[in-house]
């Protein structure tokens, strides 16, 4: 697959309580992408810092840690489905590759989901898609105590072992709790187990124990190391394409049809 480029993809939902314009907001995501793997780094960039710094200079920060980024190795402990790079979850087979990044903390994220859910549905149902979804933990700092994006995704993960991922994380942008609070609880996270179909207790104590923690962390470093910094990604055959507009559906139709010539 080949990798996004930051400074044409779509944006993430800026926080509600705090208004940027369009630069600024990516200023904030990155910054907070970067401080997220900054473990593998020893250059720290401010929030504030970040913000007054030119439009090129951030462009090419964000390609310069994006291409540093180590994902490392997978961890021992995948998830039902995982997709053969071990960094998504592949929901149906086709001959055309279609990548969803997305955050579960995310507003767009959820926008873009409603709006390619009926789409989605019908490519996979007639065999043109291979869907592969990443579930990515970018926005851990956005919620009150943090780590919210990492639970939802862990959570997914455990759905995924019970073969309702793509029903769970539909549940989970329709119950999506606000950005800068504390997230649905792991109560929350397991009754939205048994509204998408998943019975028995296994689920229940996978939510709880988060045993998918490390694959949720590998894959969004994954995403980090192919330069995909913002949410959502919707990458068909390895390029990236605009799900921002109006026509989200139609532009996915348009790009795999295109991809199948």
Known sequence: MEPTDPTNTPRTQHPADAPHTPDATDVLVRDMVRKRYRRRRTVVVSTVAAVVVTAAALVGAGLVRANNSDPGEAPDRVPAGVAGDKAGITASKGPVRVDLYLDYLCPECRNTERSLAATLKTLTADGDIRLVYHPVAFLDDYSSPGGYSTRAASAAACAADAGRFEEYTALL????????????????????????????????????????????????????????????????????????????AGELTRAVAEARR
Do not use: N
């Not at 504390?182 to 939510?207: E, H, M, N």
């Not at 969004?220 to 605009?242: C, F």
């Open 173 to 248: 942008f329709e119950k999506q709790p606000p950005e800068r609070g504390p997230g649905l609880s792991d109560t929350q996270l397991v009754g939205a187990g048994k509204d998408a179909g998943i019975s028995g207790d296994s689920f229940a104590r996978c939510v709880r124990d988060a045993p998918h923690k490390k694959w949720v962390r590998y894959v969004s470093d994954v995403a980090a190391s192919r330069k995909v910094s913002l949410t959502p990604t919707v990458m068909v055959a390895g390029e990236r394409i605009d799900v921002t507009g109006g026509d989200a």
